[in-house]
């Protein structure tokens, strides 16, 4: 079928089954692209084989429709052989930064627990709203763009408040003390950082530079329960779900928190960090 992009895995073709699901379900496909968190532009191009599902697509498109779980897990399982995505960041941004964010965000609210390592910048459900608009000033964004990028991410951050899932983040002290911002930026985006530490469902960590590190902090990434991995790569945001994948990831993680700063001892050595930015900002 000439412009049609087929994923078919192992006999079955995700889009025409689908497709078949949501004509049995006998439920619109407005408000099944609604209960599934995307445009009704973008379910209509996956039923109908214009579009490869992710994983995720087809985990919200099967529980939009209220799918028997045999049927979905076969389903699921085939989507998840083809296990790795990778998206270049110039396709984000063709379509737009702040639908990206909005897409993370759905896939965030499906998640009970979020891991986050971070090896270059604060993490984005942390970042303040002068902090997202300083680092995102140089990406080449039109005034309207970024505007629309800060109020995405920051309306992601709402998640964080939501008491039944668990947050964990950990950063290495470079991050903290790149100058990306201005000193007063960073001064109170610490102050942020340790805000939010406070809060119970919410654990930071800080991996100081002088700990014996486990590995090479080669990249930063994102822990969907234990079932999704996002990492960050300078061209490209890949998603890995092939459980042997993520497990690395798992591994990774853990091994980095053994090294962290947490609790209090975070708080005081991230609170120090903060009072010399406030010191250079006095003194400049």
């Not at 998206?87 to 965030?108: D, N, V």
């Not at 039109?142 to 964080?160: H, N, P, T, Y």
Request: charged share 25%; glycine share 4%; proline share 5%.
């Amino acid at each position: 079928m000439v412009g049609a992009v087929r994923q078919s895995v192992n006999g079955v073709d995700l889009g025409r089954a689908l497709r078949e699901l949501r004509e049995a379900s006998g439920k619109e496909a407005k408000a099944v692209a609604r209960s599934a968190l995307m445009s009704p532009s973008k379910l209509s191009k996956i039923l109908n084989g214009k579009m490869a599902p992710s994983v995720a697509d087809v985990e919200r498109i099967l529980a939009a429709l209220d799918v028997p779980p045999e049927v979905s897990a076969q389903l699921a399982a085939a989507a998840r052989t083809v296990a790795t995505e990778a998206t270049a960041w110039r396709i984000y941004r063709r379509s737009g930064l702040h639908k990206h964010q909005e897409e993370i965000r759905a896939i965030e609210s499906q998640a009970k627990s979020l891991r986050v390592f971070q090896a270059s910048c604060i993490p984005g459900l942390l970042q303040s709203p002068e902090y997202i608009r300083s680092i995102l000033q140089t990406s080449g964004l039109s005034d309207e763009s970024l505007e629309k990028m800060v109020g995405a991410r920051v309306c992601r951050q709402e998640v964080l408040h939501e008491s039944r899932r668990r947050f964990s983040f950990l950063v290495t002290e470079s991050v903290l003390r790149w100058r990306l911002v201005r000193p007063a930026m960073m001064a109170a985006q610490l102050d942020k950082l340790v805000k939010v530490s406070r809060m119970a469902n919410i654990s930071v960590g800080v991996v100081p530079l002088i700990a014996l590190m486990p590995e090479p902090p080669t990249c930063s990434f994102v822990l969907f329960d234990a079932r999704m991995a996002v990492v960050e790569i300078p061209h490209a945001e890949v998603t890995a779900r092939d459980p042997r994948d993520v497990e690395q990831y798992v591994r990774k993680y853990e091994s980095f928190e053994r090294v962290a700063l947490l609790g209090d001892a975070m708080r005081e050595f991230v609170e120090r960090i903060r009072d010399e930015y406030v010191t250079e900002q006095e003194t400049a």
